[in-house]
């Protein structure tokens, strides 16, 4: 089966300083790996998503991540945080079953963003 | 088009009684999922369409909930004789197949059983 750990609950950065939001996966066979936003009483915003083309995927609002097989981990990253990035993301992989896919969560990581 | 919408953005019920939440999907989307976000829990799936085929439930906590779509658009969850831990932010979201990954979602119910 499918999963995700994200490795912190909360991280606090400044404005202006790079971010980095750990998640190991485990899966049997190659995954499709999400990172979803989501800002307060707001729905959830898919950042960006890696299906096994290029290891290095850029998504939107200066976010990327790394798929890293040897290290099961796809790491959320940014070189410089702005207030508005405060939110809470998802690590997410998708578990797929016949022809149908669900979406399996970790358990979020909330990002502050002191000024 | 428009995105995913749910109906309503909140609803406040008593013990025992019964509430029915609405997801309409973006238009032209043939799946459509439900997930419920709790603080205990997290994100957790519950119930999948696709099409008019038979729905996947496998994610339901318990059989006081069930699901439907109508037409293969909009879909209602309804919770039957709630408990105060179906208290919860349920989500719904739409993928343009079922084959399609990438899932988009709506705002969500936030749902408070007293």
């Known amino acids: 089966a499918q999963s995700v750990t994200q490795l912190d609950s909360h991280v606090s950065v400044s404005e202006g300083t790079p971010v980095l939001l750990r998640c190991n996966y485990s899966s049997s066979y190659s995954p499709s790996l999400f990172w979803y936003v989501q800002h307060p009483n707001k729905g959830l915003q898919l950042l960006l998503k890696y299906t096994s083309a290029a290891t290095l995927v850029k998504g939107i609002n200066g976010f990327e991540a790394e798929f890293k097989k040897s290290e099961t981990s796809f790491h959320l990253t940014k070189p410089s945080a702005h207030m508005s990035d405060a939110a809470e993301y998802f690590c997410v992989v998708s578990d797929r079953k016949d022809s149908s896919y669900k979406l399996i969560f970790g358990s979020g990581t909330r990002l502050l963003v002191r000024p | 088009g428009a995105g995913v919408s749910q109906s309503p953005s909140n609803k406040v019920t008593e013990k025992g009684k019964d509430v029915e939440l609405r997801c309409d999907p973006i238009s032209g989307h043939t799946a459509l999922y439900w997930y419920r976000q709790s603080l205990g829990q997290g994100l957790e799936f519950l119930i999948y369409?696709?099409?008019?085929?038979?729905?996947?439930k496998s994610g339901l906590p318990s059989d006081r909930f069930s699901a439907e779509r109508t037409g293969g658009s909009v879909s209602t969850l309804t919770i039957q004789r709630t408990q105060q831990e179906d208290s919860a932010v349920y989500l719904c979201a739409s993928s343009l197949a079922a084959i399609q990954e990438t899932q988009y979602f709506g705002p969500g119910t936030r749902l408070l059983v007293l």
């Open positions: 369409f696709q099409g008019n085929s038979a729905p996947d």
